[in-house]
């Protein structure tokens, strides 16, 4: 993009464990002040309905909902304060956040299980460690999204590589999206090193 600013795109597909992760990164040299936005179109029938108190926003075909996106780097309730929002915005699903950082990710996460809509939700931004040393999200960032039963986890280094931990993982990745088991136990789905 210019003055050393770099824009990187994601997407990643998981068809069988049913959801679509797209993500934004923007990485510079140096301390900007960024502010990110991403719109989605959304045509009729479809439409956006907000939570009331938390921060997703389900995509339904008339009154039956279809989707389920997830801000996982926004806290997920309204309550806490944030540097970004995902609203239903004219232009369609809108994820925005800003601030004065070097480097900026900024996933959606959306549930593409229909049958799954009945059950509780929740995500999490997780705490990464550096030689047991808590790193800024500027480093590298670490996301636990929970569905039912089903859970994922997600970390991105947005730094130079090094062993970190994220919930109890040794990463010395780039990437890795990650499927929990009932015994505690992760499957990794991909992996870039």
Same mark, same amino acid.
């Given at each position: ?7 990187? @795109?994601? &997407?990643? %597909? ?12 923007? $990485?510079?040299?140096?301390?900007? !002040?960024?502010? =990110? ?6 045509? +009729?029938?479809?439409? %956006? ?7 997703? *926003? ?9 989707? /389920? ?12 304060? +944030? !540097?970004?929002?995902?609203? +239903? ?5 809108? /994820? @925005? ?10 996933? =959606?996460?959306?549930? %593409? ?12 931004? $997780?705490?990464?460690? #550096? ?8 480093? +590298? ?8 039963? @089903?859970?994922? *986890?997600?970390? @991105? ?9 994220? %919930?109890?993982?040794?990463?010395? &990745?780039?990437?890795? &999206? ?8 992760? !499957?990794?789905?991909? !992996?870039? #090193?």
């Amino acid at each position: 993009l210019g003055n050393g600013i770099v824009l990187q @795109r994601q &997407c990643l %597909l998981a068809r069988k464990d049913e959801f679509l992760l797209l993500g934004h990164v923007v $990485l510079s040299k140096k301390t900007v !002040e960024m502010d =990110l936005a991403v719109s989605w179109p959304i045509h +009729a029938p479809m439409s %956006l309905q907000p939570a009331d108190e938390t921060r997703e *926003i389900t995509i339904t075909d008339g009154h039956k909902p279809r989707f /389920l996106a997830l801000p996982l780097a926004l806290p997920e309730w309204r309550a806490a304060s +944030a !540097e970004g929002e995902l609203v +239903a915005a004219p232009s369609g699903l809108l /994820l @925005r956040q800003r601030g004065a950082v070097s480097r900026l990710e900024m996933p =959606l996460f959306i549930d %593409l299980a229909p049958r799954q809509r009945t059950k509780p939700y929740t995500w999490r931004q $997780l705490t990464v460690a #550096e030689d047991l040393r808590v790193q800024p999200r500027e480093v +590298a960032t670490g996301y636990r999204v929970q569905i039912g039963r @089903r859970q994922w *986890i997600f970390y @991105r280094s947005l730094a130079a590589k090094r062993i970190r931990t994220v %919930l109890g993982q040794n990463l010395g &990745c780039e990437y890795i &999206c990650g499927r929990f088991h009932a015994n505690g136990s992760v !499957e990794t789905l991909i !992996e870039i #090193e």
